[in-house]
């Protein structure tokens, strides 16, 4: 049977020269940075230009790169280290409605901790609209976290012209750029942001490591106690292979990104393209132009996305419904719940995200597959049976 | 020239049977443990092995294992995590003067939430007196933090004895277990403790990669918000080939745990007891017999520590002053300062860890190098050259 990978949103294979850069480092370089001797000096040198890559990547300076163990630790960082340094000031934080489970739980965290939350709603494409985080600013606002992309919706936000609300305001201005750092351009002095997110595995890299950028002269606090590495900043011994992993891979991504765009966006405009031919009542989610080039969202209606990801897995593909973090719960998306879908018609959500190696051969089968499951699954489904009463009825 | 490794305490190598386990988890078996597809499973089912290696090396149930990127992390997240989630019954909380920066820092950050934190002295071969914990204790009191073996002296602590104070007394009770686990028996029935914090790369696992046990029914705080992974208490993508290779780390130290003890206390003796023939004025540091068996821990009066440390690298030899996390602070270590040793004596520490690859040519190649180096850097002490002074003008 073919296997077809469909889910880089919940995390990429490594890039085959990605793992040979981490394969020393697992073996005779295992030094540990902190260490004034030459295993140590190895580390540190490696991490040293791990840091070169990943700030080329995003255009920052190396210095302003805090490495951290996942994009969830870099979130939790941004929002409670920047929330935190600053509650002197005033303790109100504006979030918006579809931004990943790490940064909204962050922000209810802080919630407990005495500080105020508001949540700014979204469009049905899932847009953020600079003037609603404008109508939020308060005198007491510390903080602004709004995604760079959602990496279920695939929407990219405009983060420039809230970066100029922020800096207006003179508020930290926090974007996780998990979902498009390394996928897209992102630049920190383009977007304007004051940190930002992101994470090795979402662009074939390693597992086990993400980046915060933190702008020179913005102050943090630690989230990690302990030691003095990464300048007093993020304790515990650095992962270096992961580190050295990550670095690779913005570079190759740095290298290689305008080709591997046009390639993804190829494929899910085919997909998107062809869908509707193939199957009743899909409902494309997300913006239709700014969004994500690997991303190809949509809603089945009157049937689960549960099952469907199950069935197509029987046929070898592997694709999610949500995001991966939260498909253990089960529960219908907050992200297509907030771009105002009905409960009924995010439960049948499906996520496609396209990589580098997959071809249009594996789009192919997918059209070919998916409409037979989901013709089976209409069979069994209730809200089908009421549905099609209802048409006839009406006739 | 030869090469020897002599800090196993900031680092060890990774076995290549735990090299060659997670392998390929770094290739085809890329999925993210949270997907609901084959690529999911694979990871997934590859983290219960993990978890149930982990869990027999320290006598514990797998649902008690919680993977997390570093030791240091585990300890932030057992010292806030433990506190916060017990808050309403009190906010004061005891930890000992030679914990770990990632304790004691963590504590000190409570501080700063409003907890009150006591510390517990040391005698001079680097013991807790539990004696001295029950006298700290409050009604008040939520937690214990003492770790059950220090990095830096060696010394083992006697945790079933604070643990029966702590009990009777029902305060939760933390122990540090990160330069001990995987190195000598660490059984938590045994030991009695509520929750136990290890990392991956003190046993010849990866970095990145830490466990925190936590004691069935005993609350917590996550550390990290975002997904429902690690049953809710830990979010971010699981790094799964670092767990693999801990999971395997611990499955062979388990196993040849008695060799490795006996192979490393008699390389450690090789070099404590040659010392004082070879170098005048050398204080050894630790318990004379608790003591972890690969850990050799002096000072050499009248040097300092670091440029000892230097010469010895310059001659191929690897080893440390103090924590590898804390020796770019360049500052006398705070562990041999509660032990009582004067800021004097305590900046010529130097720490040599050995590991299952030493062999006793490199006991002999460091006694052959060091003797003149102390010399050639007593040459250049100025407090040496009072002190022979002042022998001269005694006589």
């Known amino acids: 049977m073919r296997k077809v990978y469909l889910d880089h949103a919940a995390t990429t294979p490594l890039l085959p020269e990605v793992r040979e850069a981490m394969l020393p480092y697992l073996g005779e370089l295992f030094g540990n940075p902190s260490c004034l001797h030459d295993w140590g000096d190895a580390a540190r040198e490696a991490m040293d230009t791990a840091r070169e890559q990943v700030a080329e990547l995003i255009g ?3 210095d302003e790169i805090i490495f951290t163990g996942s994009g969830t630790e870099s979130n939790n960082f941004a929002v ?5 340094a600053q509650q002197g000031r005033g303790k109100h934080i504006i979030v918006s409605a579809i931004e990943h489970f790490s940064v909204l739980h962050s922000a209810k965290t802080l919630e407990k901790w005495g500080f105020e939350l508001s949540e700014v709603p979204v469009d049905r494409y899932g847009v953020v609209d600079p003037d609603e985080v404008r109508k939020r600013i308060r005198k007491d606002t510390v903080l602004v976290s709004v995604m760079h992309a959602n990496g ?3 929407t990219i936000e405009s983060i420039p012209e809230i970066a100029r609300i922020t800096r207006e305001n003179n508020i930290s201005f ?5 979902a498009s750092a390394g996928t897209v351009p992102v630049n920190v002095k383009e977007l304007g942001v004051d940190a930002l997110s992101l994470a090795g595995n979402q662009f074939y890299g390693p597992k086990g490591v993400g980046a915060l950028y933190i702008r020179q002269g913005v102050r943090v606090m630690p989230l990690l106690d302990g030691g003095v590495q990464e300048e007093g900043r993020r304790a515990g011994t650095e992962n270096v292979p992961a580190i050295v992993g990550l670095g690779k891979a913005a570079e190759l991504a740095t290298k290689d990104m305008a080709s591997r765009m046009k ?9 998107l393209n ?3 031919a193939r199957i009743d009542h899909a409902v494309i989610t997300g913006h239709p132009e700014n969004r994500l080039p690997g991303n190809a969202s949509f809603c089945v209606q009157f049937i689960e996305g549960e099952s469907m ?3 197509l897995n029987s046929q070898g593909v592997a694709v999610t419904s949500g995001s991966a973090c939260t498909s253990r719960a089960l529960k219908a998306s907050h992200v297509l719940i907030a771009m105002g879908l009905s409960h009924e018609i995010a439960q049948g959500s499906v ?16 059209l070919e597959v998916l409409p037979p499951i989901v013709e089976k699954l209409r069979q069994m489904s209730p809200l089908y049976a009421k549905f099609i009463k209802k048409g006839e009825g009406g006739a």
């Open 80 to 84: 409670k280290g920047l929330a935190l």
């Open 274 to 276: 062809e869908l509707p």
């Open 60 to 62: 920052a300076s190396a």
């Open 174 to 178: 926090h974007t996780d750029a998990i």
């Open 351 to 366: 996520l496609f995200t396209f990589g580098i190696d997959n071809t249009e051969k594996d789009v192919d089968y997918v």
């Open 263 to 271: 390639h993804l966006g190829y494929l899910r405009d085919r997909l």
């Open 309 to 311: 990801l199950m069935l």
């Open 152 to 154: 279920e919706a695939g």
